[in-house]
């Protein structure tokens, strides 16, 4: 908790200005590997989220050795031999929405970021597809997309070709409350 305050307030510092910041009550972000002899999945519950509806800026980072595996082997071999979990300890998002985003209206609004999507020490431009749901003071954010592992410099060793697929399907979903500040 207390890296999660850090990491807020050293992000949210500039985001403070003129309209509320929200940040992440909880989070899920799996993801899904089809390939041929067998599918990897995983999941993520402790992604740092910071929305700022009035501006639509969006930042996420998640912990790469947080994923969780069915077979801890997998997990291992995903953090050392593929995502180089120490040298590459995050997963980053840093955004802004593509349309303005109604906060005075409660239900589902379909939506587009551009940002900078930051993997494996590899940051590129990418817009996503997504939805907003304001409920009262909270917001869902939630997103599908794929990944392809090889424009992220993510190296596959070829006896394992056959394991890992070449596109990688990411779920993300957020549920967002109100940041209050601590005293």
Same mark, same amino acid.
């Given at each position: 908790m207390?890296?999660?305050? $850090?990491?807020?307030?050293?992000?949210?510092?500039?985001?403070l =200005?003129?309209?509320?910041l929200?940040? $992440?009550?909880?989070?899920?972000?799996?993801?899904?590997?089809?390939?041929?002899?067998?599918?990897?999945?995983?999941? *993520?519950?402790? $992604?740092?989220?910071?929305?700022?509806?009035?501006?639509?800026?969006?930042?996420?980072?998640?912990?790469?050795?947080?994923? *969780?595996?069915? *077979?801890?082997?997998?997990?291992?071999?995903?953090?050392?031999?593929?995502?180089?979990?120490?040298?590459?300890?995050? $997963?980053?998002?840093?955004?802004?929405?593509?349309?303005p985003?109604?906060?005075?209206?409660?239900?589902?609004?379909?939506? =587009?970021?551009?940002?900078?999507?930051?993997?494996?020490?590899?940051?590129k431009?990418?817009?996503l597809?997504?939805?907003?749901?304001?409920?009262?003071?909270?917001?869902?954010?939630?997103?599908?997309?794929?990944?392809?592992?090889?424009?992220?410099?993510?190296?596959?060793?070829?006896?394992?070709?056959k394991?890992?697929?070449?596109?990688?399907?990411?779920?993300?979903?957020?549920?967002?409350?109100p940041?209050?500040?601590?005293?």
């Open positions: 207390k890296k999660f305050l $850090a990491f807020a307030a050293l992000i949210c510092g500039p985001l =200005s003129k309209s509320q929200y940040t $992440a009550k909880s989070t899920t972000t799996q993801f899904f590997s089809e390939a041929p002899l067998e599918n990897i999945e995983a999941t *993520n519950k402790s $992604a740092v989220v910071v929305f700022k509806p009035g501006s639509g800026d969006v930042q996420i980072r998640i912990t790469i050795m947080n994923f *969780n595996f069915k *077979n801890a082997l997998m997990g291992e071999h995903f953090n050392e031999n593929y995502m180089e979990s120490d040298k590459f300890p995050y $997963a980053e998002f840093k955004g802004k929405l593509n349309e985003l109604d906060q005075n209206k409660d239900g589902e609004t379909k939506v =587009s970021v551009t940002g900078k999507h930051t993997i494996h020490g590899v940051q431009d990418v817009t597809n997504g939805t907003i749901v304001k409920t009262g003071k909270e917001y869902t954010l939630a997103t599908k997309f794929k990944v392809k592992v090889t424009e992220y410099n993510i190296k596959v060793p070829s006896m394992y070709v394991n890992i697929a070449e596109e990688v399907e990411v779920a993300f979903t957020s549920t967002l409350e940041y209050e500040k601590k005293n």
